[in-house]
């Protein structure tokens, strides 16, 4: 790896992290840009966009429990329908150029 790309994941994950957690979500759609636009292996930006979502994830889900304003109710709902959806999607296997092309297109919408 090149010496500018560990700088480019020095700043820009802390930074697209902070962005995420200050509105309460995970960023794994900023994690899974980075990584691919530095090139790294499919087989290494899924585990580790995983990781970081569930970390930042867990820092939001603390601080807003911690300020009382966190819906129980909304969070059972969601979660009865992720879990299973999640399984679902993690069963489907795709080649490197598949999913490179997939990520790509899908990473337009947060964009927008």
Do not use: D
Not at 66 to 94: N, R
């Amino acid at each position: 790896m090149e010496t500018w790309m560990y700088y480019a994941l020095f700043f820009l994950m802390p930074f697209a992290a902070f962005l995420y957690a200050s509105v309460g979500h995970g960023g794994a759609s900023s994690y899974l840009m980075i990584l691919a636009l530095l090139g790294f292996a499919p087989e290494e930006i899924r585990p580790t966009a995983l990781i970081l979502n569930m970390m930042v994830s867990m820092v939001a889900y603390l601080n807003y429990r911690k300020a009382g304003v966190f819906p129980m109710q909304l969070f059972l709902s969601l979660i009865l329908f992720s879990i299973p959806a999640a399984y679902l999607g993690g069963t489907i296997l795709l080649n490197a150029t598949v999913y490179k092309k997939v990520l790509g297109f899908l990473l337009i919408f947060p964009v927008l």
